[in-house]
């Protein structure tokens, strides 16, 4: 950390000669506009590219405006609450956390927000991601569906992860914001915040569960290969962290408690600004490119989706592909069947209630109205640790109430059984997020063969498991156990949650 001093980042934002080279297309690798959708990094090219000369068009390029599916719903969401006064929440009483922008695209009602053209140049290292049929698990399951995965593993950080990252550090790197804190469980958002944050000259500190801080030392040290800070949370650098290891000195986390210690740093640093990779409107917002894309890429294949799924924890990856799709569905130009696939352990959508709650556990954050399972529960430490949240992004929560898709919630081991299944017949890795839609996924394709139905299912791929590969040893060698969530906690957590009327 010491040789860090030595060497400050560039604020892309001052008038360097460094800040104008690389925003004004000097470098000649970030100008350069592909037309492919299959450009990737980190040793997918070669997969890739035999993916793209087998199974892709050639006609998609990255979008250039997000899209904001409130503008589209003819009943709005409930608006979130003041943790102290319950009354909606006014841009002034977000302004400690988050930079003028964000604050007005987390209320916005317009249906497209256009993509800075710094933040386009920065997607074009990794998007448009590959739309790739996957021929060999179709063989392997001997099912007449046709089986498509959006993936995002290509990304610097080998998710989607960045799709929002780059534009948060952007805009905060605009506003002349100095440091950015933020959450991170398995480490996916974490990585991809201190990935950004290099880019644009910030400094990143992170509370990452500690669950997945001793499971996954190298995401870690990916953050702070980037620069950032990393705590194993919760900490004693925090009264929210303090008070939670006094009750439990070995608590293994959540992502609850972690959201807690970043907002508590926070509000107490003027030059410090907050940062949430999932959960809140302006996070979907950015990741609906992923959907963008896809809807053309499936229309170069001549193909429509019967069911679309992907895999909820605070719901970015889901609702990133599936928003415009609803859009589509609204239209009545399409009507898929839209399926979350949340985990066992942690099943907010299925077995939570719908009701106003903090989006963090020591009840700092404001009150969202949304699927949760209450602000303390604790999930037990299963593999897919960017999914142990107790709460659902509350888009998503309204969206589920308006019946707009469906959920359902799948054990660890049957969700690795299928990962084994797709890494051998189509040669990814996935992150045990995805798992769960890989595994939902299967089932469909399975009920197909026993119907002779030709359904065409698209699959959301979040990221790449390089960094998760001791779950994979762990169910290799027959270890891995199903965790379930416990109705008597989750009766207790759901007591807590306040009363809104």
């Not at 001793?214 to 870690?220: D, N, S, T, V, W």
């Not at 620069?227 to 919760?234: D, Y």
Request: charged letters at 20%.
């Amino acid at each position: 950390m010491a040789a860090q001093l030595l060497l400050p980042r560039p604020n892309p934002f001052t008038k360097s000669a460094s800040a104008k080279l690389f925003f004004t297309g000097d470098d000649s690798t970030l100008k350069r506009k592909s037309k492919h959708p299959t450009r990737v990094s980190n040793g997918f090219s070669l997969r890739a590219n035999a993916a793209f000369r087998s199974n892709h068009s050639s006609s998609v390029e990255i979008p250039s405006q997000w899209y904001n599916i409130v503008s589209d719903l003819s009943v709005k969401p409930p608006p979130p609450l003041h943790p102290k006064t319950f009354e909606p929440i006014k841009p002034e009483d977000l302004a400690h956390l988050f930079p003028n922008e964000i604050i007005k695209q987390e209320a916005t009602l317009e249906r497209f927000i256009d993509i800075p053209e710094e933040v386009l140049e920065i997607y074009k290292l990794w998007r448009p991601t590959p739309l790739i049929r996957a021929k060999r698990l179709e063989k392997l399951l001997q099912t007449p569906a046709r089986i498509y995965f959006k993936y995002e593993g290509g990304s610097p950080a080998g998710s989607h992860k960045p799709n929002s990252a780059v534009p948060q550090a952007y805009y905060n790197a605009k506003e002349g914001v100095k440091n950015l804190v933020t959450e991170t469980g398995a480490g996916q958002w974490g990585s991809s915040l201190a990935f950004a944050s290099s880019l644009f000259g910030l400094n990143c500190e992170v509370w990452q569960v500690a669950n997945s801080y001793h499971q996954k030392p190298y995401r870690r040290l990916m953050m702070q290969t980037w620069g950032a800070k990393v705590h194993p949370s919760p900490s004693d650098l925090t009264e929210a962290g303090r008070r939670i290891l006094q009750v439990d000195p070995s608590s293994p986390g959540s992502l609850g408690i972690a959201i807690s210690e970043a907002v508590e740093v926070a509000a107490r640093n003027e030059d410090t600004k907050y940062c949430l990779g999932s959960v809140l409107n302006h996070v979907l917002l950015h990741q609906t490119v992923i959907g963008e894309e896809c809807i053309k890429q499936m229309e170069d294949f001549g193909e429509t989706p019967d069911v679309i799924i992907g895999c909820t924890g605070g719901g970015s990856n889901f609702a990133g592909l599936s928003f415009p799709y609803i859009r589509e569905k609204l239209k009545g130009k399409i009507n898929p069947v839209i399926r979350a696939v949340e985990p066992s352990a942690c099943p907010s959508l299925t077995k939570g209630v719908y009701a106003y709650d903090f989006g963090d556990t020591a009840g700092l954050t404001p009150l969202m109205k949304m699927h949760t399972l209450g602000h303390d529960f604790i999930p037990d430490p299963i593999h897919s640790g960017g999914l142990r949240y107790h709460g659902m992004a509350p888009l998503i929560s309204h969206v589920y109430e308006q019946g707009f898709m469906e959920a359902i919630s799948i054990p660890q081991t049957e969700c690795f059984q299928g990962a084994i299944q797709f890494a051998r017949t189509e040669g990814i890795i996935p992150a045990p997020e995805p798992t769960h839609a890989i595994a939902a996924t299967i089932r469909e394709a399975l009920r197909c063969k026993e119907t002779g139905e030709a359904k065409v299912i698209l699959m959301a791929m979040c990221g790449h498991g390089h960094f998760d590969l001791t779950s994979y040893d762990k169910y290799l060698r027959g270890e891995l156990i199903d965790l379930s969530f416990s109705e008597e906690r989750i009766r207790e957590s759901l007591s807590k949650v306040p009363h809104v009327v």
